[in-house]
């Protein structure tokens, strides 16, 4: 599905510009594209190597498996396919942790990790497991305690209450997440008849 | 508040570390490593989507079919923009963010709109398209229906709320 949405973009972009006469923007935007791309990788590279270098620290001391045994229970449930005390239930936790917090930075390694530990457990490699997309479904949700970009940003224009979407925000994302969740279980349940 | 949960992070895996008496440096050293293996498959597929959806956004051709809409709204076309575009485009988003903020004023009401909105859900598309590729799973499934859907809910919930605490 990502794959064909992709090519329809870029079919649908172009089509268009070449018809409403912006061929040389879109010219700029494919040549721009590279670098933008690249400016994005310097940008989030050290910071996935910092973490997985502290997320490592916690792996070897058994700080990440201790977590796993305690979240087994709460997360259990969502993820029925995952074996007990699997250290992918550390690195969902460490990574929905992140996220709620506001530290997008430190989610993103956190979530490749676990997405490579549940890649072990999937039975077929090709394809995605129940346990993969009940995970990026909660991920891409969001749920956020303070979403800081946009308190920034707030600040920044010299809002007089700069938090005052915050609750708003957290009524909304956690309609999401459960939302979600429900999707997810029912998408599941169909593609398993 | 999140500017101490980062270092109470770092502190009290340090401080296990420690505790367990395991060679700190070298465990950092080897985790961080793995760096370099992970960008190497971040990066093809972080190009693959900025070309994509920057060609999309760039064509103007959302904002065309918004304009379609629009009549039939009471929400302004930078809104709705916004709120379709989320999925999609974060950078997309913030710019817009930042357009409704200077047309209407920070604390005006389609202003808290979009920021709620822009906090409810994440870049859903570029996520789907990262995570699954950096394992190299090409079949996702009911991986993006689902969170597209999740991505409905939470923005019709947006307007919904901001409608009832703001206005």
Redesign the interface.
């Not at chain 2, 920021?115 to 598309?125: E, F, K, N």
């Not at chain 2, 950096?134 to 969170?147: D, E, P, V, W």
């Given at each position: 599905m990502v794959s064909k949405i992709w090519g329809y973009f870029i079919v649908m972009g172009i089509v268009f510009s070449l018809l409403s006469g912006h061929a040389i923007q879109i010219n700029e935007t494919i040549l721009t594209s590279t670098k933008t791309s690249l400016e994005l990788l310097f940008q989030i590279f050290p910071v996935i190597a910092l973490w997985l270098g502290i997320a490592h620290i916690a792996t070897l001391s058994g700080l990440l498996d201790k977590l796993s045994k305690s979240l087994t229970k709460v997360l259990g449930p969502l993820f029925p396919e995952i074996p007990k005390n699997h250290i992918s239930l550390s690195y969902i936790a460490s990574n929905i942790i992140a996220n709620v917090f506001g530290l997008g930075s430190a989610a993103t390694p956190f979530g490749l990790k676990a997405m490579s530990s549940l890649q072990e457990l999937n039975s077929d490699k090709n394809k995605a497991s129940r346990s993969m997309i009940t995970f990026t479904t909660i991920n891409t949700s969001g749920v956020t305690i303070i979403p800081t970009t946009i308190i920034a940003l707030r600040i920044l224009y010299g809002s007089t209450n700069p938090t005052i979407t915050v609750v708003a925000t957290l009524i909304a994302t956690s309609l999401a997440t459960i939302a979600g969740i429900f999707f997810d279980y029912l998408l599941a349940r169909r593609s398993h008849e | 508040?999140?500017n101490y949960?980062?270092p109470a992070?770092?502190l009290g895996?340090?401080l296990?570390?420690l505790?367990?008496k395991?060679d700190?440096y070298d465990?950092?050293?080897?985790?961080?490593k793995?760096?370099f293996k992970?960008?190497l498959t971040?990066?093809p597929n972080?190009?693959?989507?900025?070309?994509?959806?920057?060609?999309?956004?760039?064509?103007?051709?959302l904002e065309?079919c918004i304009q379609l809409l629009v009549p039939f709204l009471k929400i302004p076309i930078e809104v709705v923009s916004l709120a379709i575009m989320r999925?999609i485009s974060g950078n997309a988003t913030?710019a817009l963010?930042?357009t409704i903020?200077?047309k209407y004023g920070?604390?005006h009401f389609y202003s808290?709109l979009g920021?709620?909105?822009?906090?409810?859900?994440?870049?859903?598309?570029y996520?789907?398209?990262?995570?699954?590729g950096?394992?190299?799973?090409?079949?996702?499934?009911?991986?993006?229906?689902?969170?597209l859907?999740?991505?409905v809910?939470?923005?019709s919930?947006?307007i919904l709320?901001?409608y009832l605490?703001?206005s």
């Open positions: - | 508040m999140s949960v980062l992070m770092v895996i340090v296990y570390g505790a367990k395991i700190l465990a950092f050293i080897d985790g961080s793995e760096s992970m960008i971040i990066f972080l190009l693959a989507m900025i070309l994509s959806v920057n060609i999309l956004v760039e064509s103007g051709f065309f999925p913030l963010l930042n903020y200077t920070v604390d808290l920021s709620t909105i822009q906090g409810c859900t994440d870049t859903t598309l996520v789907i398209a990262l995570y699954y950096s394992i190299g799973i090409k079949n996702t499934r009911y991986a993006l229906k689902a969170s859907l999740a991505d809910v939470g923005i919930a947006s709320v901001c605490l703001f």
